[in-house]
């Protein structure tokens, strides 16, 4: 029986995964302006907006991740800082 290709999830690429949120963005933004020039054949750009793809979704993982480990301040009734963790609002 053949499997289903619609559900097939592909994973983000090792090197994709080991870059930096900076690094991953600088790429991103290069495909980008690559894809809007227009230039370059069909298969370039197809693969070009598939790695865009990973790399966005790279990027949105870095920035939760990011965003999980910040802490806001707060002053408590005695007038006492501390730290709790960012609402998820």
Do not use: W
């Amino acid at each position: 029986m053949a499997k289903d290709k619609t559900t097939e999830q592909p994973q983000i690429s090792d090197d994709i995964a080991a870059m930096s949120f900076e690094s991953a963005l600088a790429e991103l933004e290069n495909i980008v302006r690559d894809l809007e020039t227009g230039d370059g054949d069909l298969d370039t750009s197809i693969n070009g907006y598939t790695r865009g793809v990973f790399l966005k979704k790279h990027c949105e993982a870095k920035l939760k991740e990011a965003e999980a480990r910040i802490d806001k301040i707060v002053v408590d009734a005695n007038g006492t800082p501390h730290t709790e963790p960012l609402d998820d609002a």
